[in-house]
T-cell receptor, first 111, second 115 residues
Framework: GENVEQHPSTLSVQEGDSAVIKCTYS??????FPWYKQELGKRPQLIID?????GEKKDQRIAVTLNKTAKHFSLHITETQPEDSAVYFC??????????FGQGTTLQVKP | GAGVSQSPSNKVTEKGKDVELRCDPI?????LYWYRQSLGQGLEFLIY????????KSGLPSDRFSAERTGGSVSTLTIQRTQQEDSAVYLC?????????????FGPGTRLLVL
C-alpha cells in the first residue's frame, strides 16, 4: 500500500547550522510532494512543495530535492533560526491529491 | 480571504455518544479532505471529496465514521457511538483543484476527547 517513511524523528541543531530531513515513498505513481510545518497546537502550514517533473526547488533558506528513481525526497533548511523549531511533515500524493504523510520530524534549533 | 474554518474547536463527549464535526473550506475550492492526527502522531487520511462526491473513503476507520458534503462547500464528519480511541485532532483541508493546483490549506482542527 501507500507509505511514506520519514527520518529522523527528532533533529537538534545549533542556530545557523543546516538541517536535512529525508523521506521515502512507496507508490511510484506519486507526483506531488509537499512539506508542512506544524507549530505546537497550530494547523499544518505548507512551506514548500515539488512536483515529479522537477528535481529541485528552492525558496530562500528552504530547498527540496526529489530523486524519482530512488523514490526519495529531502528538505534542506540552511542558516537555521530558533523560529524554525517545529514539527515538519513530508507527504506524497497522486492525482487525487490525497496526502500520505510521513510520521514527522521534530526540529529543535538551539540559540 | 477567509481560510478553512472548523467547528467546534474542542469537543468533549462521553463514550457511546455521537458527534458531528464541521468544515467550511475556502470559497471556490472543489476538493475537501479530512485527516486525523492522534497525539504526537502524523496525519492520517480519512476521506476525500470532489464536489459533493466522495471518490475515496478508504481512510475511514470503521462504519461508525461517515461524512457528507453539501452544495460543494460545507462538510460534516460524523462519528457514531464514539470510542476512546477516537480521541484525536480532526483536520480538514481544501484545495482549488487536486489535479492542477494541489496545495492543500488546513483548518485549525477540532480536538475531540472521548471520556
Amino acid at each position: 500500500g501507500e507509505n511514506v517513511e520519514q527520518h529522523p524523528s527528532t533533529l537538534s541543531v545549533q542556530e545557523g547550522d543546516s538541517a536535512v530531513i529525508k523521506c521515502t515513498y512507496s507508490d511510484s505513481a506519486s507526483n506531488y510532494f509537499p512539506w508542512y510545518k506544524q507549530e505546537l497546537g497550530k494547523r499544518p502550514q505548507l512551506i514548500i512543495d515539488i512536483r515529479s517533473n522537477v528535481g529541485e526547488k528552492k525558496d530562500q533558506r528552504i530547498a527540496v530535492t526529489l530523486n524519482k528513481t530512488a523514490k526519495h525526497f529531502s528538505l534542506h533548511i540552511t542558516e537555521t533560526q530558533p523560529e524554525d523549531s517545529a514539527v515538519y511533515f513530508c507527504a506524497a500524493s497522486k492525482w487525487t491529491g490525497k496526502l500520505i504523510f510521513g510520521q514527522g520530524t521534530t526540529l529543535q534549533v538551539k540559540p | 480571504g477567509a481560510g478553512v474554518s472548523q467547528s467546534p474547536s474542542n469537543k468533549v463527549t462521553e463514550k457511546g455518544k455521537d458527534v458531528e464535526l464541521r468544515c467550511d473550506p475556502i470559497s471556490g475550492h472543489t476538493a475537501l479532505y479530512w485527516y486525523r492526527q492522534s497525539l504526537g502522531q502524523g496525519l492520517e487520511f480519512l476521506i476525500y471529496f470532489q464536489g459533493n462526491s466522495a471518490p475515496d473513503k478508504s481512510g475511514l476507520p470503521s462504519d461508525r465514521f461517515s461524512a457528507e458534503r453539501t452544495g460543494g462547500s460545507v462538510s460534516t464528519l460524523t462519528i457514531q457511538r464514539t470510542q476512546q480511541e477516537d480521541s484525536a485532532v480532526y483536520l480538514c483541508a481544501s484545495s482549488l483543484d487536486p489535479t492542477s493546483e494541489k496545495t492543500q490549506y488546513f483548518g485549525p482542527g477540532t480536538r475531540l476527547l472521548v471520556l
